[in-house]
């Protein structure tokens, strides 16, 4: 077996086996594989795609390509959510614990804020939650509050982090097979047994079009189809923020707002359908009965009190939780309606890359996030306005970047005479 006829089997549209596969993963990870040689398949893969089994079989050779962990210990299944990427995207603070409150145990990898939307990672950073998690602790939590959250423990996938990145520089980031086994891999490999799937779709998401984002979540399932997997997905709506709040320590607020009983809304829609699965799947019940049980969550107080434990077991500012308003500073600035009429329309990528010129996210790697900043939108698609009201609300003590920002939101937001029809919150569910 050699890279060379694997490469050109791949060209010719012609399916990899197993054997393959898993030759060419190895053959990355031990550098037996020259870059070039795996970028040309890589290129091969994104032309001819990849049938659902290759798909699987790539997404079980890069997860078994580092460490696997197990969660066998924690002694019930264990489920985990990921989100594709959005802008005020704050589920995972929400479903955790609401679901967690009625006795599904959830053990949550998360990460950091990629290009223009948030992470979970640094909205707890905000307030000092310990992400840094052994495996031993994760699952000590998890078993013992029902959820942690954490950044990804150990030696992951290091497959994943060399085809992403050779993915990057040779134009086959946009590649579905590649996308799915690239986000199922490092899921798998953190152990958990059911992943609720939330895929987003629109102008603030990685798909832009309802096609893409479907064909994406339907590789996702199938590969666990074909892995014996429990796998579902969500497609959401991102043609604008799901929340009100976008940036880290204001997303913090709105999760807490939410489980509070103080905000409605999309936000919390998207959430407890996703709480509602995670249990449906892990916990072996109907989606009704689900449901009921969330609401006496909310209800009761019980999901905000499991916040608040999972905040003080990772060392986190449990303060926040009975006093939010010290999570939103005092520097704001309005932007302003020009004209009468409905907003019709937004550019949800480009709301998130303001607020990551207010300092809310990373140009760069290593730049440093004011986890103050962020916006706060006080319109959805469809409100009618008049000029001189209030589309959003500029947080940040920066006077130079809320200029920069305020030209940003004043493009993203189109204000027209005709009343738009409003984009559904959920379009779909696969499974």
Do not use: W
Not at 402 to 413: D, S, W
Request: with cysteine; glycine share 8%.
């Amino acid at each position: 077996m050699n890279i060379l006829d694997i490469i050109a089997k791949k060209r010719d549209g012609l399916e990899l086996s197993s054997e393959e596969i898993n030759f060419f993963i190895c053959g990355i990870c031990d550098k037996t594989i020259a870059d070039y040689q795996a970028s040309a398949l890589l290129m091969a893969i994104r032309i001819n795609g990849m049938s659902a089994r290759e798909t699987a079989d790539l997404t079980i050779s890069m997860m078994n390509s580092g460490d696997v962990a197990d969660l066998s210990s924690i002694g019930a299944k264990t489920a985990d959510k990921h989100s594709t990427g959005g802008v005020g995207d704050t589920v995972t603070l929400i479903a955790v614990p609401l679901a967690a409150a009625c006795g599904c145990k959830i053990a949550k990898m998360s990460g950091r804020a990629l290009g223009h939307t948030g992470g979970t990672i640094d909205k707890m950073d905000s307030i000092g939650i310990n992400s840094e998690l052994s495996v031993e602790e994760l699952i000590k939590n998890t078993k013992t509050i029902g959820c942690a959250v954490a950044q990804q423990t150990g030696e992951l996938a290091p497959a994943d982090k060399i085809l992403y990145q050779l993915r990057d520089v040779t134009a086959t980031v946009d590649s579905i097979p590649l996308i799915a086994s690239s986000i199922l891999s490092k899921k798998f490999a953190t152990g958990a047994d059911v992943i609720v799937l939330d895929v987003k779709t629109g102008s603030g998401a990685l798909m832009k079009t309802l096609e893409e984002s479907k064909a994406l979540a339907k590789a996702m399932v199938d590969i666990g189809y074909h892995t014996d997997k429990r796998v579902c997905a969500f497609i959401t709506g991102m043609e604008q923020p799901l929340g009100r709040y976008i940036g880290n320590r204001l997303e913090v607020y709105d999760a807490i707002m939410a489980l509070s009983g103080k905000s409605q809304g999309a936000l919390l829609d998207v959430s407890v359908e996703i709480a509602a699965k995670m249990m449906e799947l892990s916990m072996d019940i109907g989606h009704e009965e689900a449901l009921s049980m969330l609401k006496t969550a909310l209800e009761s107080g019980a999901g905000l009190e499991k916040l608040r434990e999972m905040i003080k077991a990772q060392g986190g500012d449990i303060s926040v939780v009975g006093d939010p308003e010290k999570l939103v500073i005092d520097s704001k600035s309005e932007v302003l309606s020009e004209v009468d009429g409905y907003i019709s329309s937004m550019d949800t990528q480009l709301i998130g890359e303001a607020a990551r010129a207010l300092g809310a996210g990373r140009m760069k790697k290593t730049d440093p996030i004011d986890f103050d900043a962020g916006i706060i939108m006080n319109v959805k698609i469809g409100d009618k306005v008049n000029k001189g009201d209030m589309l959003a609300c500029l947080i940040c003590a920066d006077s130079e970047k809320i200029k920069i920002a305020e030209e940003m939101m004043k493009k993203a937001i189109v204000v027209s005479l005709d009343k738009p029809i409003i984009p559904p919150v959920i379009y779909d569910f696969i499974q």
